[in-house]
């Protein structure tokens, strides 16, 4: 009610949209300075918007782009949408400058540890079990990109874009946004966001990043934000204690298990949610050490929680990269 009087008062109309997408939640909020714009009409968009990323990218229609690939024989090449084709040469390109840590191709060994759709388990797989589904991952091995097409190299490979494929949502919102004009908005789906502009007080969007305890949600730290992307990625929600020891649904591609250094969460500010969503995923795998090392090499913003022990309680030690650092002086 306060941001509606406020709107009235200074002349411009407040557009709050929501809905669901890709098995979670998307929010917006836009100021629409002309008050002409059709709430309506731009939620349609919106939804239509995301109803194409889907049929583009997602693993639950058969019939998608993505799905189609999967199910392809080893060898054979299918063309595909220029932004299916944007999204896996950005994988690509994260895939490289991040050491083999980012890796779309890691769906055998997500099932495998347990944490893909409907799955538990509160076991170890056997050192068998972790090479027979590692057969069937890695990204350089699995995907070679070809102009206007993908060719699948490894036949039981299975591409999933749920590391990536959000933040490309997000921008694909923001672009319908700025086809209606509105230059000040916030677009958040499942966590990763982009915001344009000013909130209704006329600041930067204030956005929150979490605090990495399961059962807490807290706020660690608040950060103003205007056209950049921001996602965040941690290990606390969907996890495994197995012998005194936490495995996270976080794997490492490079050794077919869990991580399981003291990064709890790392969050990536950069120009957009895409490359935000798969980076924050790249420096969880990572870890704070190495992730601190590319982040300021390539002057991204990263902010790292770890976590820390101290005189027998766990807290948690927050590390910022250079860049990061000067965006939120």
Known sequence: MPLALMACKKGWSLLELSGLTM?????????????????????????QALGQVNVQMSNWDASSEISRFNAAAAGESLSV???LHHVMQTAQDVHVASDGAFDVTVGALIDLWGFGAGQTRSDMPSDAEIAQAMACCGQAQSVELEAGGLKKLNSGAEVYLSSIGKGFGVDQV???????GITDYMVEIGGDLYTAGRNPEGQPWQIGIETPQAFDRGVTQVVG????????????????DYDGTRY???????????????????????????????????????GRERGLEIANDRDMAVLFIDRAAANGETGFK????????????
């Open 174 to 180: 923001a672009a319908v946004l700025k086809g209606y």
């Open 81 to 83: 949408s220029g932004e």
């Open 248 to 286: 996270s649904h976080i794997i490492d591609a490079t050794t077919g298990r869990p991580v399981t250094h003291d990064t709890a969460s790392v969050t990536v500010l950069t120009d957009n949610a895409m490359l935000a969503d798969a980076w924050a995923t790249a420096m969880l795998v990572m």
């Open 318 to 329: 927050s590390t910022a990269s250079d860049r990061f650092a000067a965006l939120t002086a």
């Open 23 to 47: 098995g979670t939640n998307y929010s917006i909020v836009a100021i629409d300075h002309s008050k002409s714009i059709d709430q309506a009409e731009l939620q349609s968009a919106v939804d």
């Open 225 to 240: 934000l205007s056209d950049m992307g921001m996602a965040t990625s941690g290990d606390y929600r969907n996890f495994f």
